[in-house]
């Protein structure tokens, strides 16, 4: 049943993303890969909006895979049902560890193992992070499935690289130029929207 596979493959998701939300990228390019239930494309748009809603990241884009996927049953409220099911799966390993780690905590917190184990986690966490970073920098800059087809410039995605660079330009320098314009990251955000909007960006 589709709901028992939401809960188990985010589930997998939430138990192995260590590092927050950024973390469940891979994991949701290779659930994307597995179940059809989203594209890349899918998961980019999952992580503008995510990011610029209230709420952590992995749970925002957990509830909008299961609000779209438990939707395609034709159950009532499947959509609902699935997104809070999509939800529970992703934050129940986290409830569960953090319970364990905080018993096993109090009595072996000054093990030098357990302080190396944590220790290891660091590096492999950021690399998670960095990987996600750079398959949503490949999915918003890069039509990298058009190289063979247009050549070498066209797997450039023209209009998204200039409004980074506005947008960076913006960020860097305007609050410098005018201390009086120092806006919040939202307004970019929304700014960014409006232009993706206007420019029919894909």
Sequence with gaps: MIFLQLFYEFFKTGLFAIGGGLA???????????????TQ?????MVAISESTP???????????GYTTGGLTGI???NILGAVIATLGLIA???????????????????????????????ASTGMIAAAGISVVEIS??????????????IFNWPAIILAVVLYLLIKFLPKINK???????????????????LQFE
């Design 24 to 38: 469940t990228l891979p994991f949701l390019s290779q659930m994307a890969e597995k179940t059809g239930w989203m």
């Design 41 to 45: 494309a899918d998961i980019a748009n």
């Design 55 to 65: 709420g952590p990241l992995g749970v925002n884009m957990a509830t909008y895979v």
């Design 76 to 78: 009532p409220f499947g």
């Design 93 to 123: 390993p986290s409830i569960i560890i953090i319970i364990i780690i905080f018993k096993i905590l109090q009595i072996f917190k000054d093990n030098k193992y357990v302080k190396a184990a944590f220790y290891g986690l660091r590096p």
């Design 141 to 154: 800059l890069f039509h990298l499935g058009l190289l063979d087809s247009n050549g070498f410039a066209g």
């Design 180 to 198: 009086k314009l120092n806006f919040h990251p939202v307004v970019y955000l929304a700014l960014s929207a409006v232009v993706g909007i206007i």
